[in-house]
């Protein structure tokens, strides 16, 4: 199982940015998959997921409405629209898969993913 993050960069606030995670080793229906991003000095966070076997889509509250994540199982590739950047959206992103199934209140626990990509590192700033 391998993850690869892409599509970082440097955007102003109230931009758009996509991430992308390439996924080989393992179909995307069958693990759960989440964005997490971490700042410095803070836990790492649970940002977006897709839950295995209903793709059931959860988000962190801070980005609801303004983050989409998406699937193309074909190409078995994670993506994660990010729309309306504000400053507070800084941080490195990571992809992380779970075989497990998990419920609302533990995706976003890091210690359930057994895999992880490197990070993708996110700028807003003006």
């Known amino acids: 199982v391998q993850l690869q993050a892409s599509g970082g960069g440097l955007v102003q606030p109230g931009g758009s940015l996509r991430l992308s995670c390439a996924a080989s080793?393992?179909?995307?229906?069958?693990?759960?998959i989440t964005w997490f991003r971490q700042v410095p000095g803070k836990e790492r966070e649970g940002v977006a997921c897709?839950?295995?076997?209903?793709?059931?889509?959860f988000y962190t509250d801070s980005v609801k409405g303004r983050f989409t994540l998406s699937t193309d199982n074909s190409r078995n590739m994670v993506y994660l629209q990010m729309s309306n950047l504000k400053p507070e959206d800084t941080a490195v992103y990571y992809c992380?898969?779970?075989?497990?199934?998990?419920?609302?209140?533990?995706?976003?626990?890091?210690?359930?993913?057994?895999?992880w990509g490197q990070g993708t590192q996110v700028t807003v700033s003006s």
């Open positions: 992380a898969t779970t075989s497990s199934y998990l419920y609302e209140t533990q995706w976003s626990n890091d210690r359930l993913y057994e895999f």
């Open positions: 080793g393992f179909t995307l229906d069958v693990y759960t």
């Open positions: 897709t839950r295995r076997s209903d793709a059931m889509k």
